[in-house]
């Protein structure tokens, strides 16, 4: 039977282009909120993280009703590092709108989002959004949804995908590009009449995916999903399998049933077949497991999510500040947390380190770890981490490592500083587009030659550069290469920071702190321009001369400290340094703290380099 009155949707699309904000308006003009209810911009982002960097990283689930009929959306993160929640979003909707910025046209991750959506066999309908942008290019763009489709092999079905026009932020959508839109009627109209109603045996035994967990301190693990066939019931017993093992079985029972409706989730007695609900009793369900009727196995397949290419280590902070900042800071907390962040994300891989409180957390890129180490910051961990590696596979007996696809968006001024940098990193240019005043690069890249390079990329073309990456595949490895050119200044002595000793150090290179600041002994406190580390001394005091005072020589003017973000840190550090992170600090350091003893060990590793 058809669900009629039940649409599942999700909004697929690149980082910026306008997801989030069309929901608002979808909600809005969808009647969630009272005429004089104030709201805020992006309500669906509202994790602290999201709203502090415009992104959405999690999948969330709202409903609007139009037409007597309840529309289920679902809105999905855009940035290529948290692609894995969209992959398992997929399983829970029967269609996609595909939003596409009018003037950037189709970016790499709208190319891996469509890619998965097709795989699905599920209806798309194209929005081109923004089209009140100044620098909008609609009949360009609409060509090269098409092309992308084309490339991506897709259905005559899906080839003639109805096309809308959207502002989201005006909150207007129309079926033409000369037609200016009044609200998104048509948008609505057009989800009731192209995305299919969610269709199964309403009579049938139970089967429920799980595509997401949430977690609450009162009614612990929350499975989020659609059920795919029966009636869920308050009070009811069920079986729990998996599709990678479906000889294990566990029992549990439903404690309590909601559906979403607006922002609010609805507690009920039951739900159908169609339904998008979230349940609680099941004490250890996971994503990608499937609950079946009391008694019954058969599980649903579970969407393979592509694996993780970058690995870092988080260990214990081991330094002499450690545990004055942080509430949890023993591998015992360390433990508990990454294996609890497993629930959430299935992205995510955690096994233990080479020492007893260290642990190797793969993840799907740099921003994808950088989020899970800024969560636990904020929720009081103290941790070192390492410098990022990448993950390689053998394939055929032969050594073979992540490629990216990169999509690099500059002024024309600024090409050849670029194309000369990622040319030098094992870069290979695909194509080379001129749009009006700039150039667009497709490349393809290794993942580890893509460290550090993002701030250096900014640096280069002021400001203005647009870059972008996805994961492409594997190919044979490409070489050894050397993709940081600077050293490091390091604090030679424990103490607190001076101005004399930053005044005379600062000549050396960019410093990373100011006066007055507690610093340790093999603590990063600058960049050295040159390549090699330079061992310098920020605590130094004034001598005092005849005049018996410590100013009366000259006035020491410093250079403003250039503070590093998370992201900026984790491209900084290279193999014989750690990022310490505390909930207050961000401080940069060597393995080995003791100055001798590092300089002994760099003077063997450079040995045995030489013999190799």
Known sequence: MKRTDLRNVAIIAHVDHGKTTLVDEMLRQGGIYRENQETVERVMDSNDIERERGITILAKNTAVHYKNTKINIVDTPGHADFGGEVERILKMVNGVILLVDAAEGPMPQTRFVLEKALALNHRVIVVINKIDRPDARIEEVEEEVLELLMDLNATDEQLDSPMLFCSGRAGTASLSPYEAGKDLVPLFDTILDYIPAPEGDEEGPLQLLVSSIDYNEYVGRIGIGRIERGVLRQNQDVSIVNYHDPDTQKRARIVSIYQFDGLRRIPVTEARMGDIVCFSGAADITIGDTVCAAGTSNPIEFVKVSEPTIEMTFSVNDGP?????????????????????????????????????????????????????????????????????????????????????????????????????????????????????????????????????????????????????????????????????????????????????????????????????????????????????????????????????KGADEALTLITPKVMSLEEAIEFIADDELMEVTPKSLRLRKRILDTPTRLKAQAARQRAAETV
């Open 321 to 549: 500040f450690a545990g004055t900042e942080g509430k949890y800071v023993t591998s015992r907390h360390l433990r508990e947390r990454l294996y609890r962040e497993l629930l959430r994300d299935v992205s995510l891989r955690v096994s233990d380190g080479d020492t007893t409180d260290s642990f190797r957390v793969a993840g799907r890129g740099e921003m994808h770890l950088s989020i899970l180490i800024e969560n636990m910051r904020r929720e009081g961990y103290e941790l070192c981490c390492s410098t990022p590696r990448v993950l390689y596979k053998e394939i055929d007996g032969k050594k073979h490592e992540p490629i990216e696809r990169l999509e690099i968006d500059v002024p024309e001024e600024y090409l050849g500083a670029v194309m000369e940098k990622i040319g030098a990193r094992k870069g290979e240019l695909l194509d080379m587009q001129l749009r009006g005043s700039r150039q667009r690069l497709f490349y393809l890249i290794p993942s580890r030659c893509l460290f550090g390079y993002r701030s250096e990329f900014m640096t280069d073309t002021r400001g203005e550069g647009i870059m972008n990456t996805v994961f492409e595949g594997y190919a044979p490895f490409k070489g050894e290469i050397t993709v940081r050119f600077t050293g490091s200044l390091v604090a030679s002595e424990t103490g607190e920071t001076t101005s004399y000793g930053l005044y005379y150090t600062q000549d050396r290179g960019p410093l990373f702190i100011g006066p007055s600041v507690q610093v340790y002994e093999g603590q990063i406190v600058g960049e050295n321009p040159k390549m090699g580390d330079i061992s310098v001394n920020v605590c130094k005091k004034k001598h005092l001369t005849a005049v018996r005072s």
